[in-house]
């Protein structure tokens, strides 16, 4: 199961940098269009605005999956690391895990699913360029996807050291 979960991890690591990259160039050409159409040119592109949003909303759900990975979300490790037990760090660590889980997989990855489900059925579309929201709402699924599987992995890997621990302090006595 944890080779499983590594080689996943792997695949998203390098997905998640990847689309990252990818939606930072796209969307720092479109805010220079956006600017140099505005200023330059004097005929402002009425689409670059609504582009530059939907790329935002990807970018940043995108980008927290690659936060989240690298544990480096503002807060997520305070209590943990107030403690000098081994103990209460593996609970509290574990804790944390299993919310982020929890919330990735309820509120992100089935709600996030609902919400793309529902704007597909009613058909509704951006008003400039005519992009079904629905596809702009698919990073919060996605994103919830990617959570869940970095959640379960941090996990494992916690059950794992503190397991390891465990057993050196055995050994020792």
């Not at 544990?71 to 103990?87: E, Q």
Request: net charge positive.
């Amino acid at each position: 199961m944890m080779e499983l979960l590594k080689s996943l991890k792997k695949m998203l690591d390098l997905t998640l940098d990847i689309v990252c990259g990818l939606l930072m160039a796209m969307l720092l050409v479109v805010v220079l269009w956006q600017v140099a159409s505005r200023y330059a040119i004097k005929t402002p592109s009425p689409w670059t605005e609504e582009l530059a949003g939907f790329l935002m909303i990807w970018l940043s759900l995108i980008g927290a999956c690659a936060a989240f990975r690298r544990h480096a979300h503002l807060g997520i490790d305070f209590l943990t690391a107030k403690f000098d037990s081994s103990r209460k760090q593996f609970l509290l660590k574990s804790i944390a895990a299993l919310c982020c889980a929890l919330f990735s997989l309820l509120v992100l990855l089935a709600g996030g699913t609902e919400l793309v489900w529902k704007t597909f059925l009613t058909n509704q579309t951006s008003a400039t360029l005519g992009i079904k929201t629905g596809y702009v709402y698919l990073a919060v699924p996605i994103s919830g996807f990617c959570i869940t599987i970095y959640s379960l992995q941090d996990m494992f890997t916690f059950t794992a050291k503190y397991s390891e621990h465990l057993k050196t302090i055995r050994a020792g006595q």
